[in-house]
C-alpha cells in the first residue's frame, strides 16, 4: 500500500438561513438557554463557517425561536436560581450568573426575588458543604476564618451572613429568618 499523506479535512459549507435555523433548533433541542447566548452562539457559527446569501440577524432568530416556545428566558432564570441556591450560592452570584447568560432584568426579577428569599439557606448549604462554622469539627483561628468569610462571600454571600456562621461554633447552627438582616461590624474587628 502507498503511504497516505495527511489528512486534510474539508472546511464545513458556509452557513444560510435554513443552515442557521437548523442549528438554532438543533441548540435548543440540547441545552436550555437564552436569547442572547443562542444569538452569541449562532454570530460564532457564522463567523466560523462564513455566510452566503441575505444577511439574517442572529438575534431575531433567537426571538423567533423564543416566539416558538422553545426559548423562556424567565424560566431559564428561575431555575437557574433555584439550582445555584441549593448548591449554595448567594444572590449576588446568581445575578452574575444571569447577566452572564444575558436574561433581561425584567425576566430576572422573580430569579432574584427566590435568590434573595434562600441566602440564609443557601449560606447555611455552602457551609455545610465546606465544612464551615456550624458544621465545622473543630473551631477555626482567626486567620482560617477570614478565609472562610472570603469563600462565602466569594459565593455570593453578604459579609453579614457570612461572618455570622463562620463565627458559629461547631453544631451551632444560626437560624435565618427569611429576610437575612445586614448586621454591621464593630469598628474594633480585624475584618
Known amino acids: 500500500m502507498p503511504p497516505r499523506g495527511p489528512r486534510t ?3 464545513p459549507p ?19 438557554t437564552t436569547r442572547g447566548k443562542l444569538a452569541d452562539y449562532l454570530r460564532r457559527k457564522i463567523r466560523e463557517r462564513g455566510w452566503e ?29 433555584m439550582s445555584l441556591t441549593r448548591r449554595g450560592f448567594g444572590a449576588s452570584r446568581v ?14 426579577v422573580p430569579a432574584r426575588t427566590i ?23 473543630e473551631p477555626a483561628d482567626p486567620a482560617r476564618r477570614q478565609k472562610q468569610i472570603a ?10 451572613v457570612a461572618r455570622r456562621i463562620v463565627e458559629a461554633g461547631p453544631g451551632d447552627v444560626p437560624e435565618f429568618n427569611d429576610a437575612v ?11
Not at 452557513?15 to 440540547?30: G, M, N, T
Open 14 to 32: 458556509a452557513l444560510d438561513a435554513a443552515a442557521l435555523d437548523r442549528l438554532a433548533l438543533r441548540y435548543v433541542e440540547r441545552f436550555a
Open 181 to 191: 438582616t445586614l448586621e454591621h461590624c464593630d469598628e474594633g474587628d480585624p475584618w
Open 53 to 81: 446569501g441575505d444577511p439574517v440577524d442572529p438575534a431575531a432568530v433567537a426571538e423567533r425561536m423564543a416566539g416558538l416556545g422553545y426559548i423562556d428566558d424567565r424560566f431559564y432564570a428561575e431555575n437557574k436560581a
Open 9 to 11: 479535512r474539508t472546511p
Open 115 to 137: 435568590a434573595a428569599e434562600g441566602e440564609g439557606a443557601s449560606a447555611l448549604a455552602f457551609a455545610k458543604r465546606k465544612r464551615i462554622g456550624p458544621f465545622a469539627t
Open 151 to 160: 469563600a462565602m462571600v466569594r459565593a455570593g454571600h453578604g459579609f453579614a
Open 95 to 108: 445575578a452574575d450568573a444571569l447577566r452572564q447568560a444575558r436574561v433581561d432584568d425584567a425576566d430576572a
